[in-house]
């Protein structure tokens, strides 16, 4: 349960609904319910703090959860950001998925590890992982999106600025919440981004090549500097082309105001202003001259011009289309493998443009952690959050690597179970008995178990992916109770409803007892006790060793074999898949693991100071895809040797298996 809930904003702005002008622009089911939770306020749960990369004076946070949460976390502890940008699901339809690679073992011999470098490893050593779904109906969408935004919105300072980014699919339904949550006053640009040149063999449509970004402040008091662009502006440099001799080339611009102002209309010198008058003060106009930066015709019928030096030239402002960065390169440095990863130069614009040194800069749906490592290069403290581990993981060893100091940070809101919210979905439909799926019932229904005297019992499970069902409270029973009952056929007699919080299950169960809608049993039931014990951490097999290496002393623990029923399955599963689409001319060769079942590490790290609580990091070593070793963020040639070393005697042992699965060994 929440430890309390912590109020979306202070007080109602005056004369303002909640929800009012969106409702009366755009209707859709469930904006009530929005409208209540959002009276409720953000659900505050305990947080554990899973490690200390560095001093982390600053207080950069990796967070694990939900955005709401996480704003919740924030506004309790009184911390504000002065910059939001979030690459949200696009409500599109696409399922994401994250690419597994077997790694190197490290004891097979050097003639099996050269005959190994000439396999296509994405083909043969590499399975695909779901991570999330960006499955959502419209509806949905929009009650997720709306909490979501306010929630974000709770935290920013008096002088922040977000930016959105979203394409064709749902853009245009987001613009609309966004114009009601931070007013169409504080809109200040639709950013377009061409990502790509073209699409190729578009048939019936027009190729879909660009994103939107939708910028907006908290007010008109904000943080702004126009990025300026020199690249691709060869048309623009040769207008520089005047020289008075001493080597300095500038170009001529008129000093004509566009609009008329009194005050700007004077004669200088003898020469007459322009029919608006000039574009300066007359003060401005005289230091320009003692700068010598004025140009004065002999015609004092003619206008003088201003001089534009271009070793003073910093670029061309940006417009709000971007046409410059593109989608990284399959080949790039800071490719990391992760579905959706934005370049690192579309955050260096935005943060650049929207913040100064030491801002806080946020992303509630971070990924690949880009802006959080853009944050960080920039000299601005970042807040990183996303519910998937392998986010947070890809994240925390993306910023290890370039020097960055934060803590990492768990949310216990009970839906960190499993690695993503699609593996626990899939994994809670496997451990309810008799679950089936019935196409005839409404999807708010996860599936029936057939009951020998009652028929069939349409079962509800919360959608993980979709905050607002993961408490149960009366506003949900009360949607239950007159949406989707109503709907199911005349002959059921049972519903079964799961859940993993709840608020108050008293409450809930009275308020049940004394609505008269219906006649059907509702029977309550905790998720978690579903899933205890399944989580079973992987075996490791392993030994200690005192080494002696470059004159110092120290530790090595030796693995000696590693086993992941969790990684197997995958492989199995994938194997299995793969066979059944498999040709005469294009046969597959099944991924086959060794017996030291060494291939399926891909982290390990070792904590000298404590065998308990909190991750101290004392050496770690993370192998790429290629089977190299990245010894404490640094990239090496070298092969993992199957062991980590450190100078201090361990007391603990993580291991990462290539799925994102750690497991914590006592040594």
Same mark, same amino acid.
């Given at each position: 349960?929440?430890?309390?809930?912590?109020?979306?904003?202070?007080?109602?702005?005056?004369?303002?609904?909640?929800?009012?002008?969106?409702?009366?622009?755009?209707?859709?089911?469930?904006?009530?319910?929005?409208?209540?939770?959002?009276?409720?306020?953000?659900?505050?749960? +305990?947080?554990?703090?899973? +490690?200390?990369?560095?001093?982390?004076?600053?207080?950069?946070?990796?967070?694990?959860?939900?955005?709401?949460?996480?704003?919740?976390?924030?506004?309790?502890?009184?911390?504000?950001? $002065?910059?939001?940008?979030?690459?949200?699901?696009?409500?599109?339809?696409?399922?994401?998925?994250?690419?597994?690679?077997?790694?190197?073992?490290?004891?097979?011999?050097?003639?099996?590890?050269?005959?190994?470098?000439?396999?296509?490893?994405?083909?043969?050593?590499?399975?695909?992982?779901?991570?999330?779904?960006?499955?959502?109906?419209?509806?949905?969408?929009?009650?997720?999106?709306?909490?979501?935004?306010?929630?974000?919105?709770?935290?920013?300072?008096?002088?922040?600025?977000?930016?959105?980014?979203?394409?064709?699919?749902?853009?245009?339904?987001?613009?609309?919440?966004?114009?009601?949550?931070?007013?169409?006053?504080?809109?200040?640009?639709?950013?377009?981004?061409?990502?790509?040149?073209?699409?190729?063999?578009?048939?019936?449509?027009?190729?879909?090549?660009?994103?939107?970004?939708?910028?907006?402040?908290?007010?008109?008091?904000?943080?702004?500097?126009?990025?300026?662009?020199?690249?691709?502006?060869?048309?623009?440099?040769?207008?520089?082309?005047?020289?008075?001799?001493?080597?300095?080339?500038?170009?001529?611009?008129?000093?004509?105001?566009?609009?008329?102002?009194?005050?700007?209309?004077?004669?200088?010198?003898?020469?007459?202003?322009?029919?608006?008058?000039?574009?300066?003060?007359?003060?401005?106009?005289?230091?320009?001259?003692?700068?010598?930066?004025?140009?004065?015709?002999?015609?004092?019928?003619?206008?003088?011009?201003?001089?534009?030096?271009?070793?003073?030239?910093?670029?061309?402002?940006?417009?709000?289309?971007?046409?410059?960065?593109?989608?990284?390169?399959?080949?790039?440095?800071?490719?990391?493998?992760?579905?959706?990863?934005?370049?690192?130069?579309?955050?260096?614009?935005?943060?650049?443009?929207?913040?100064?040194?030491?801002?806080?800069?946020?992303?509630?749906?971070?990924?690949?952690?880009?802006?959080?490592?853009?944050?960080?290069?920039?000299?601005?403290?970042?807040?990183?959050?996303?519910?998937?581990?392998?986010?947070?993981?890809?994240?925390?060893?993306?910023?290890?690597?370039?020097?960055?100091?934060? $803590?990492?940070?768990?949310?216990?809101?009970?839906?960190?179970?499993?690695?993503?919210?699609?593996?626990?979905?899939?994994?809670?439909?496997?451990?309810?008995?008799?679950?089936?799926?019935?196409?005839?019932?409404?999807?708010?229904?996860?599936?029936?178990?057939?009951?020998?005297?009652?028929?069939?019992?349409?079962?509800?499970?919360?959608?993980?992916?979709?905050?607002?069902?993961?408490?149960?409270?009366?506003?949900?029973?009360?949607?239950?109770?007159?949406?989707?009952?109503?709907?199911?056929?005349?002959?059921?007699?049972?519903?079964?409803?799961?859940?993993? $919080?709840?608020?108050?299950?008293?409450?809930?169960?009275?308020?049940?007892?004394?609505?008269?809608?219906?006649?059907?049993?509702?029977?309550?039931?905790?998720?978690?006790?579903?899933?205890?014990?399944?989580?079973?951490?992987?075996?490791?097999?392993?030994?200690?060793?005192?080494?002696? +290496?470059?004159?110092?002393?120290?530790?090595?623990?030796?693995?000696?074999?590693?086993?992941?029923?969790?990684?197997?399955?995958?492989?199995?599963?994938?194997?299995?898949?793969?066979?059944?689409?498999?040709?005469?001319?294009?046969?597959?060769?099944?991924?086959?693991?060794?017996?030291?079942?060494?291939?399926?590490?891909?982290?390990?790290?070792?904590?000298?100071?404590?065998?308990?609580?909190?991750?101290?990091?004392?050496?770690?070593?993370?192998?790429?895809?290629?089977?190299?070793?990245?010894?404490?963020?640094?990239?090496?040639?070298?092969?993992?040797?199957?062991?980590?070393?450190?100078? +201090?005697?361990?007391?603990?042992?993580?291991?990462?298996?290539?799925?994102?699965?750690?497991?914590?060994?006592?040594?």
């Amino acid at each position: 349960m929440p430890i309390k809930y912590v109020p979306f904003i202070p007080e109602p702005v005056e004369g303002q609904a909640v929800l009012g002008n969106f409702n009366r622009v755009l209707k859709y089911k469930g904006a009530d319910d929005v409208s209540m939770v959002l009276q409720r306020g953000m659900p505050l749960y +305990e947080i554990d703090k899973q +490690e200390t990369v560095g001093n982390n004076t600053d207080s950069n946070l990796l967070i694990r959860g939900e955005c709401v949460s996480a704003c919740a976390y924030l506004k309790e502890q009184g911390k504000a950001v $002065d910059l939001v940008y979030i690459d949200p699901p696009f409500a599109s339809g696409a399922d994401y998925a994250k690419k597994v690679y077997i790694r190197r073992n490290p004891k097979v011999s050097e003639a099996i590890m050269e005959a190994e470098q000439e396999l296509d490893i994405d083909d043969l050593r590499a399975f695909e992982e779901k991570m999330y779904g960006d499955v959502w109906d419209k509806e949905k969408y929009l009650n997720w999106m709306y909490e979501n935004l306010m929630a974000i919105k709770a935290v920013m300072s008096e002088i922040a600025s977000i930016y959105v980014h979203l394409d064709y699919h749902i853009g245009h339904y987001v613009k609309i919440l966004l114009d009601e949550i931070f007013g169409e006053d504080n809109f200040r640009n639709e950013i377009v981004w061409k990502r790509k040149q073209g699409n190729l063999g578009q048939t019936n449509q027009y190729g879909i090549v660009t994103d939107s970004i939708f910028y907006y402040t908290m007010s008109d008091n904000y943080n702004f500097e126009t990025p300026l662009v020199k690249e691709g502006q060869e048309k623009y440099i040769k207008r520089f082309k005047y020289d008075d001799g001493d080597g300095r080339k500038y170009r001529l611009s008129p000093l004509i105001s566009p609009s008329y102002s009194p005050s700007l209309v004077y004669t200088y010198k003898g020469y007459n202003p322009p029919k608006n008058g000039w574009s300066v003060s007359p003060e401005t106009m005289e230091r320009y001259e003692k700068e010598g930066r004025l140009k004065f015709p002999k015609d004092k019928s003619q206008r003088i011009e201003r001089k534009q030096y271009i070793d003073e030239w910093g670029g061309s402002p940006i417009q709000n289309l971007w046409t410059d960065i593109f989608v990284i390169n399959p080949v790039a440095v800071e490719r990391l493998d992760y579905a959706t990863q934005k370049p690192e130069a579309l955050l260096e614009r935005i943060i650049n443009a929207s913040s100064n040194t030491c801002a806080v800069v946020a992303d509630f749906f971070g990924g690949s952690g880009v802006t959080a490592a853009v944050a960080n290069k920039l000299g601005r403290r970042f807040i990183h959050c996303d519910i998937g581990i392998n986010s947070i993981q890809t994240t925390r060893d993306r910023l290890k690597a370039d020097g960055a100091e934060f $803590d990492v940070l768990e949310i216990k809101d009970g839906v960190q179970l499993y690695r993503n919210p699609v593996q626990t979905m899939n994994k809670i439909k496997t451990l309810i008995p008799g679950l089936k799926n019935e196409d005839s019932l409404d999807s708010f229904w996860e599936g029936t178990i057939s009951d020998s005297k009652l028929g069939i019992v349409p079962v509800y499970v919360p959608n993980l992916m979709d905050s607002t069902t993961k408490l149960l409270d009366v506003f949900l029973i009360n949607r239950i109770l007159h949406q989707a009952i109503p709907e199911l056929d005349s002959n059921v007699k049972k519903v079964i409803v799961y859940y993993i $919080d709840i608020t108050n299950e008293e409450e809930i169960r009275k308020f049940i007892s004394e609505d008269d809608s219906t006649t059907i049993e509702i029977e309550l039931r905790d998720l978690k006790t579903v899933l205890d014990d399944v989580i079973i951490g992987d075996y490791a097999k392993f030994h200690l060793e005192e080494v002696y +290496e470059d004159l110092f002393g120290g530790y090595a623990v030796i693995i000696d074999k590693f086993i992941s029923d969790r990684v197997w399955g995958k492989i199995t599963e994938f194997n299995q898949k793969a066979i059944l689409n498999a040709t005469e001319k294009r046969p597959y060769k099944p991924i086959e693991i060794s017996e030291d079942g060494l291939e399926l590490i891909e982290f390990l790290s070792v904590d000298c100071i404590s065998n308990d609580n909190e991750w101290h990091s004392d050496g770690e070593i993370k192998i790429d895809k290629n089977g190299y070793a990245i010894v404490n963020g640094e990239k090496t040639k070298e092969f993992w040797d199957g062991r980590i070393c450190c100078r +201090e005697k361990p007391l603990r042992l993580k291991i990462r298996n290539i799925c994102g699965d750690e497991t914590i060994y006592d040594l």
